[in-house]
């Protein structure tokens, strides 16, 4: 038996836990924040439950964290205490690595410090130990979950918590003079598929305007083409491998196999958004990318989710679907034409 801590984006949680029943037979959970966190009990073990867990990633689990040591929370120095003396204890996993310290909280817990205090202490310990503190790019990471009464801590590396930061809260730094922050779903886009747009030549921004993501593809060298009836942002008009087509997608021709990605990011319905994606794939070369999201309108996602995959597999393979941290009432996929 084994237990975890589970994290998906605000009201998806049951989602998330109806994925992980149908994976895990006799899983059990407990809310420890409404709608986002858990604590999941597998009647599997650690190995045997996180192998179940990245055979089939759950569309909506955005973070995962192994509970190996559970401390019932005193409110006081002691807490810090106990922390140092497990991290103390478990030299052989943490000397000579890089190693991150994951620090999150529920907003009614009774453990006192603040994330950057704990953070502190552990740090200063890992040091002590011949472990080299890390934010970024870590052999281990070390999570811990406060919640009312107890504190969860979990030893790992990034993969097997689906994320290296902490939660899965992917966070990217807003610029002077970004167009729209949709361009942050494109980058997690990036980082969750293992892609490089650098990499591909010509794009084609279906619905793009104001342009968030065009400018993402444009910053990266690619020839971009947007299509949309509303405007894009004007700094974008300096590109020269920019070509702007001002009218609907549906009324655009374009020629046989020109684009290497596709992107979309429309506010349609998510069948609508099918045959649009759909009518274009002549213009795609084959094995071109495609990164797209699903508007989740109606209250059956996963049904949702299920019906788009089947109509888009007519001339895509599905290589992951995933709700990022960026995404709100939607998720992002990325195909493969065939």
């Not at 990164?291 to 995959?309: A, N």
């Not at 007519?314 to 679907?321: D, H, S, V």
Request: hydrophobic share 45%; aromatic share 8%; proline share 4%.
């Amino acid at each position: 038996m084994s237990q975890w801590i589970g994290t998906a984006n605000k009201t998806y949680s049951p989602y998330a836990m109806e994925e992980l029943r149908r994976l895990i037979e006799g899983v059990a959970f407990n809310q420890l924040a409404a709608g986002e966190v858990f604590l999941m009990s597998s009647p599997l073990e650690r190995e045997e439950t996180l192998q179940a867990i990245l055979q089939q990633e759950p569309i909506f689990l955005r973070h995962v964290q192994p509970v190996d040591r559970t401390f019932e929370i005193t409110g006081n120095a002691n807490d810090l205490e106990q922390l140092s003396d497990m991290v103390r204890n478990a030299v052989l996993m943490f000397k000579n690595k890089r190693v991150a310290v994951h620090i999150r909280r529920t907003s009614k817990s009774e453990f006192v410090y603040s994330a950057s205090d704990t953070k502190a202490v552990l740090d200063a310990v890992l040091e002590e130990i011949d472990a080299e503190p890390v934010v970024q790019q870590p052999d281990v990471i070390i999570a811990i979950y406060a919640a009312v009464n107890q504190l969860y801590v979990g030893f790992g590396n990034p993969s097997d918590m689906l994320s290296d930061w902490p939660g899965g809260a992917v966070r990217f730094q807003r610029e002077e003079g970004q167009v729209s922050r949709a361009k942050f779903k494109l980058l997690e886009a990036e980082r969750e598929f293992g892609l490089n747009y650098a990499q591909y030549q010509n794009a084609l921004d279906v619905g793009a305007a104001p342009g968030g993501w065009t400018s993402l593809l444009l910053e990266r060298g690619l020839r971009v083409t947007a299509i949309d009836p509303a405007e894009l942002h004007p700094s974008l008009m300096a590109y020269p491998t920019l070509t702007y087509l001002k009218r609907n997608a549906s009324d655009v021709k374009l020629i046989a196999d020109s684009f290497d990605i596709i992107v979309c990011d429309m506010s349609w319905s998510p069948m609508m958004m099918c045959k649009l994606v759909l009518d274009l794939e002549p213009a795609l070369k084959q094995g071109a990318t495609a990164i797209i999201t699903v508007k989740l309108m109606h209250r059956k996602p996963l049904q949702t989710i299920k019906d788009v995959i089947s109509r888009l597999s007519t001339e895509f393979r599905l290589q992951k679907a995933k709700q990022l941290f960026h995404n709100r009432e939607e998720i992002t996929l990325y195909l493969i034409k065939k």
